[in-house]
């Protein structure tokens, strides 16, 4: 069985972007993969965030993993900072990569264009690194990512050739896995921008745990356009085109079918049918959330998934320590 790895960074609480990007498709990777999903709790600190909201997101973050169908019998599912291993090869990761590369990631542009050197933390510069070293860590061949995460992918990619390289044949060069189908969800309110937890108005942004009736008022009011017709054309059309790929990755049919189906009709229409798909999904992800916070699965999840990451990640570390002369005996 191929291996992936992947991680969501809950920062604030889990979007319809995070469930159609990721973890929609982790749950139908887990039968056919060997899966390894964390919760990238170390990324979440590289800004400030308020000790209490950040263990409820945490928290909700693995029910919604476990209430949206990852199954801890089929895939692995751990905090990140319950293995230790994933700091010490970031710090390794970090000596391997170069100030100009990292300066590079969009990410980090994206983050930091309005902040000035004394205000940045290293932590956020830094970030990619970390990351390579999730993914490195177990040879992940895969990593299902939404699009925004590709070039954090592409230089983890770089860091395993140039380690590969330096030290001989160490680590394997993982592949990203983007859909073909809603990698990249916008904003309901602003379609040219990414569907995300840290939108400064939430109103183009639908959460998991948002009330239904919250959750069909946005999609309601999303921004569309003036062509008066339900057609596919990112350019022209980009916020009907979203609403397009959220219904067509959430119903299984197609873009094409679904143009055809509303040929002469308007907007209220789709729109409807739109948030009918979503709400549904919700309905049935929040159902299970809320019984899964009842009981204890997610204490007994993460343990399990903690020993068993533990053991690849800790002989792994091993390795490298090995190849690069930083152990002893
Ligand atoms: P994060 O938490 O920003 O996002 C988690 C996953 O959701 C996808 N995603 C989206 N997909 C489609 N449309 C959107 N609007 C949207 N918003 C988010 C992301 O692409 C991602 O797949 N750095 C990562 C977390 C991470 C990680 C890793 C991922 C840390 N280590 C190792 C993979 C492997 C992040 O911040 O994702």
Known sequence: ??????????????????????????????????????????????????????????????????????????????????????AQLGWIMTCMSYMGELGRMTQFKEKTSNATNESISTGLFVYPPLMAADILLYDADYVPVGEDQKQHVELTRDLAQRFNNRY???????????????????????????????????????????????????????????????????EKQPGVSNLLEIMSSLSGESIDSIVARYEGKGYGEFKKEVADVVCRELE????????????????????QGAEKAHHIAFRKLKKVQRKMGIDIF
């Open 168 to 234: 001989s044949e160490t680590f394997v060069v993982p592949e990203p896995l983007i859909a073909k189908v809603g990698a990249r969800i916008m904003s309901l309110s602003d379609p040219s921008k990414k569907m995300s937890k840290s939108e400064e108005s939430n109103k183009g942004c639908i959460y998991l745990l948002d009330d239904l009736k919250v959750a069909r008022k946005k999609i309601m009011s999303a921004v569309t356009d003036m062509e008066g017709r339900v057609n596919y054309d990112k």
């Open 1 to 86: 069985m191929k291996r992936m790895v992947s991680g969501i960074k809950p920062t604030g609480e889990l979007t319809l972007g995070n469930y159609i990007g990721a973890l929609r498709n982790f749950v139908k990777y887990q039968d056919d993969y060997e899966l390894y999903v964390f919760i990238a709790n170390l990324h979440c600190i590289t800004v400030p965030i308020e000790p209490k909201e950040l263990r409820k997101n945490l928290k909700d973050a693995i029910a919604l993993y476990l209430a949206c169908g990852l199954d801890p019998e089929k895939c692995t599912i751990f905090l990140q900072s319950d293995v230790y291993e994933h």
């Open 284 to 303: 049935k992800i929040q159902n299970r959330y809320n019984e899964i916070l009842r009981g204890s699965l997610i204490k007994d999840t993460l343990k």
